[in-house]
């Protein structure tokens, strides 16, 4: 029989409200990221729950898989999808939410009174013998001989994926990259000679060496190409006129 | 010894917990604080922090790729957990089941390679 | 701890093991292979390597044994049969995606986008396509023989996983075949958890997931009845997903009308095939004592599929919908064999199977080839008159619709007549005369589509019957062929299958 110990029942009733509350707050909230957050206080509190159950696999498995690369891969569907973006909440079908909730309670009362005839007033049987070797050790027992052939047909399974991703995510290059000879070549070959070493660097010959400053060409005049691509984008280039050595203030102070 | 094995855990984060909160106070209350405005300044490297990401915030897909990537591989090494504590019992034929496992991802790994899924450009 | 190490029957396994093969040496031509020539190795690769599955599964027809992979794959002649209906099924829906019009050029390319033009003027090809078929097959040729649910959970992933990829691959209307591809993904996701949540059910029952433990607890009778129920309503979910039974069929129609047309034809044949198979298999082992427990829900859904199919078909303006529809009809006349629960009921699963698989194949074959300028018209208004214009084609889609419906001197008609008959051995009047009226149902809509084709006039809209290839030409030809044979002698495959279908315990 397997016997709770109180600390494990003091964090049990100290964690597990918080997991229904952030389960339900993960429902509730407006914004995604926030939903995010705390869908991995769900599944961190969940790895506790496993460790604490003697299922010490399960537990370092939430933790690595689910906590560490699923919830990352929920993050960065969130940034492309773009934080700031929300679902419209206007129902498609009518009336289909009213439904829907009616469905889903109707369901979860069902299988929790079906669930609690079964379990309760029951005890969890098994759980010393399958663990008597140890969690994980028990483990690599059964996934090297009992179940060895989906164990390795389940490499098949991640290659699928793998080719997956890249079938449906992969820009492939329809002409390879110009290598560094080739564009030195192009640099020379073209109208101007100008540009033949290079094009300058950011803040170079300014008081200021930050790369959202253009550079300051020997006749003082700002190159903006110096400037990346993407930060003009974005609108975050600084004007140069206020670095000129001319406007450097000269006056030594005493910091106070 | 019968004391409580949680004990011990808790100790740990007493401890833990400690530490931090002496580091953070003794730094406010010892350390000068002298403003200057050239300490907030982007010095040397870095930008500015501007308000509003590119493109509304949004990723290029291409990250999305090296995560679901990441996963695969992650999986791998769940597998490779069982067999790294049990391996001296495992003894040859866990080897080269372990072995043909991982040959079959690298198959996958060599795919996404050649393919230039890891090239960043 | 001691370990021992396992036994595998590499022999019985080698049709799982050469496909598996064959998918892993595609993925290294993806890789290292020049870009030229991939096509023409993949599509070599995939042949040979189902064909050489073929012939090793051939070669181990007549063994059965309970542990050909330590008690996760059951080796016995209804396996073996479903196994060969799968590597056939599949051998001609690869000649049908060989034809790569259907796919498109660059799938990570926005839709409509210049990389897009780009992608397509230079004429680039997702080969991986075959190598995601053969993990399909190999998934599929798991499926019905697993003997436990840890091995089911396995394989019907596998054989998901590239049919959801797959789905989205069209060449045209992107957005749609991505939608349905996204579509599939959710759902399939959404069952295949209900599925692992049944499994944890019937550990709870049985400590156990084996069928034959499972099934040892059925007839010991001490376990805990609710978690039975919920075990094997869960497992269930699960996988009258997969076959698209009515209330879970939502995403047939949706997938079969955005998927590249030669992929849902595979999907349609070969999922159908694999996931009945399991069913089978599960239902006649495992569960078949506790018949009380499922029979009166699996009764009710048959005869909801069927009815259901056949009365929204009617409606149907699309060819693929249309056919989508049918399927699920086709869906519920199967599952009549299911419940039947006798050997009889087994024999004319299988015999149903082969014979529904091999004629969907050829249907989605002659839709790939009706086309104007844009791509393949599936509109059903715009295929009227195309008797007069091919007869040829167009005779043979009616004739693949006849089988649909169950005329005689077609297969279909063996088919249903053997089904029927084995559920009505067994005692479910209610299936058969749903049975009988939803066919009849169906037969109006299919005929409806034939004098569409045959004596409405054509609309000069530019749509025409493209030539085939010469692989598509052979896949239609075949599967007709096999169609028209199977119903008039259809004995010499019925008495096959008699002689040798079981399912070892």
Redesign the interface.
Same mark, same amino acid.
């Given at each position: 029989m397997l016997t709770i110990q109180t600390p494990e029942a003091v964090m049990f009733w100290f964690l597990a409200p918080l997991a229904v509350i952030s389960a339900i707050g993960m429902l509730l909230v407006k914004k995604a990221v926030h939903s995010a957050l705390l869908l991995a206080w769900v599944m961190i509190t969940l790895a506790i729950f496993y460790i604490a159950q003697d299922a010490l696999f399960l537990g370092i498995v939430q933790i690595v898989v689910y906590t560490g690369a699923v919830m990352m891969l929920f993050l960065f569907i969130l940034m492309l999808v773009g934080v700031d973006a929300s679902d419209s909440l206007t129902e498609t079908i009518r009336g289909l939410r009213p439904i829907a909730i009616t469905a889903a309670l109707g369901f979860g009362g069902l299988l929790v009174s079906l669930i609690g005839r079964a379990t309760l007033g029951r005890e969890a049987a098994g759980l010393v013998d399958a663990n008597s070797e140890g969690n994980v050790q028990a483990l690599a027992k059964l996934l090297f001989s009992t179940y060895v052939w989906p164990f390795e047909v389940v490499s098949a399974l991640l290659i699928t994926a793998a080719l997956g991703a890249m079938v449906l995510a992969h820009h492939q290059r329809s002409v390879p990259r110009a290598t560094q000879r080739e564009q030195a070549i192009a640099r020379f070959r073209g109208a101007s000679l100008g540009s033949a070493a290079g094009l300058p660097n950011p803040g170079v010959f300014a008081r200021h060496n930050a790369v959202d400053v253009p550079a300051l060409l020997p006749d003082g005049s700002a190159a903006p190409n110096s400037i990346s691509a993407t930060l003009k984008a974005r609108g975050d280039m600084l004007e140069s006129t206020q670095f000129e050595l001319s406007e450097v203030d000269n006056t030594v102070t005493e910091e106070k | 010894m019968s004391a409580?094995p949680?004990i011990p855990i808790l100790v740990i984060f007493a401890i833990g917990f400690g530490f931090a909160a002496f580091s953070v106070g003794i730094a406010a209350v010892t350390g000068p604080a002298?403003y200057?405005r050239a300490k907030l300044e982007?010095?040397?490297?870095?930008?500015?922090p501007?308000p509003q990401a !590119?493109?509304?915030?949004?990723?290029?897909?291409?990250? +999305?790729?090296t995560?679901? !990537? +990441?996963?695969?591989f992650?999986?791998?090494?769940? +597998?490779l957990?069982?067999?790294a504590?049990?391996f001296d019992?495992?003894?040859l034929?866990?080897l080269v089941?372990m072995a043909? +496992?991982i040959g079959?991802?690298f198959?996958?790994?060599?795919?996404?390679?050649?393919?230039?899924?890891l090239e960043w450009? | 701890m001691t370990f021992t190490a396992p036994v595998l029957n590499y022999a019985q396994l080698a049709p799982m093991l050469i496909v598996l093969g064959g998918a892993l040496i595609g993925v290294l031509i993806e890789a290292f292979g020049p870009r030229a020539s991939r096509h023409a190795s993949q599509l070599f690769i995939t042949v040979a390597s189902l064909v050489a599955a073929f012939a090793a599964l051939v070669r181990v027809r007549n063994q059965s044994s309970v542990d050909a992979a330590m008690g996760s794959v059951g080796f016995d002649g209804a396996g073996v049969l479903l196994q060969g209906t799968i590597l056939i099924i599949a051998l001609l829906s690869v000649f049908l995606i060989a034809d790569q019009e259907n796919f498109t050029a660059l799938a990570a390319a926005v839709p409509g986008s210049s990389e897009e033009r780009e992608s397509l003027q230079l004429d680039l090809r997702v080969t991986e396509v075959y190598p995601l078929t053969l993990f399909a097959v190999a998934g599929m040729l798991l499926f019905p023989v697993s003997t436990d649910l840890i091995t089911l959970f396995v394989a019907l992933e596998m054989l998901s996983l590239p049919l959801y990829l797959m789905a989205g691959l069209s060449r045209r209307r992107r957005l749609m075949s991505q939608e349905s591809a996204l579509k599939y993904f959710l759902l399939g996701a959404f069952s295949s958890a209900f599925l692992l949540f049944g499994v944890a059910y019937l550990y709870g029952y049985s400590n156990s997931v084996t069928f034959a433990g499972i099934q040892a607890s059925i007839t010991g009778g001490s376990g805990n009845d609710v978690f039975l129920l919920l075990g094997i309503a869960f497992i269930s979910v699960g996988l009258l997903f997969k076959v698209g039974a009515v209330p879970f069929h939502a995403w047939s129609p949706d997938v079969y009308q955005g998927a590249p047309t030669a992929i849902t034809g595979f999907m349609a044949a070969a999922t159908k095939v694999a996931a009945f198979g399991a069913i089978l298999r599960i239902f006649y082992v495992a569960f078949a004592n506790a018949e009380w427990q499922w029979k009166p829900a699996l009764v009710l859904i048959a005869i909801v599929t069927m009815v259901f199919g056949s009365v929204v078909a009617i409606t149907q303006r699309d060819v693929k919908r249309m056919l989508a529809y049918s399927s699920i009809a086709h869906a519920g006349f199967l599952l009549a064999g299911v419940i039947a629960l006798s050997k009889s009921g087994l024999d004319a699963s299988i015999f149903y199977l082969f014979a529904y698989g091999i004629a969907t194949v050829g249907a989605f074959g002659v839709v790939t080839l009706v086309r104007d300028s844009a791509g393949e018209v599936t509109d059903l208004n715009r295929w009227s008159g195309l008797g007069k214009r091919s007869p040829l084609v167009a005779s043979v889609f009616a004739f693949f619709l006849l089988a649909f419906a169950g005329i005689p001197l077609t297969s279909g008609f063996i088919g249903k007549f053997s089904i029927f008959s084995a559920a009505y051995e067994t005692g479910s009047t209610a299936i058969l005369i749903a049975g009988v009226l939803s066919s009849a149902i169906a037969a109006f809509f299919y005929i409806r589509v034939i004098v569409l084709m045959f004596f409405k006039d054509p609309v000069e809209d530019g749509t025409s019957v493209v030539i085939p290839s010469a692989l598509t030409t052979t896949t239609i030809a075949v599967t007709s062929l096999i169609t028209l044979i199977l119903g008039i002698f259809p004995a010499p495959l019925i008495n096959f299958i008699e002689s040798s279908a079981f399912f070892i315990r």
């Open positions: - | 409580n949680y002298r200057n982007a010095y040397e490297c870095g930008i500015e501007s !590119l493109q509304g915030g949004r990723f290029p897909v291409k990250y +999305f790729l995560a679901m !990537l +990441f996963i695969v992650d999986i791998e090494i769940v +597998f957990y069982p067999w504590v049990t019992k495992l003894g034929f866990g089941e043909i +496992f079959t991802v198959v996958a790994y060599a795919y996404v390679w050649r393919r230039g899924g450009d | -």
